[in-house]
């Protein structure tokens, strides 16, 4: 599913989603525990699967190396719950919501 030097990631297979939206949906669905948990094993990886992933053009990434990509989106999606709010929803937000109108290419 991922690159051998990343398969301890594995286990965080459900975060491998395509659409931010339904990265979005997989963190308002998630625990506060499950996002550390995530956060906590896949954070340390994030630099060296940045360098990782430089080494592939980005139009014409092999499966392992753009589930890789799909999991660290993912990372970034649950960065803000974890390091500022301690919440899944944005604070103060009400029933705000904002849709994408194009996603980004992989």
């Not at 649950?78 to 937000?93: G, L, M």
Request: hydrophobic share 50%; no cysteine; net charge negative.
């Amino acid at each position: 599913m991922l690159p051998a030097e990343f398969a301890e990631l594995e286990k965080f297979g459900a975060w491998v989603l395509e659409t931010e939206p339904e990265r979005y949906a997989k963190r308002l669905a998630s625990s506060m525990e499950e996002m550390q948990a995530f956060y906590d094993a896949a954070f340390p990886h994030l630099e060296p699967a940045a360098a990782h992933l430089d080494g592939f053009p980005v139009d014409d990434l092999p499966e392992a190396e753009r589930n890789l990509l799909l999991l660290m989106f993912s990372l970034v999606m649950v960065s803000f719950p974890i390091e500022v709010w301690k919440q899944a929803r944005v604070p103060d937000s009400g029933a705000a919501y904002l849709d994408l109108v194009l996603e980004p290419r992989v």
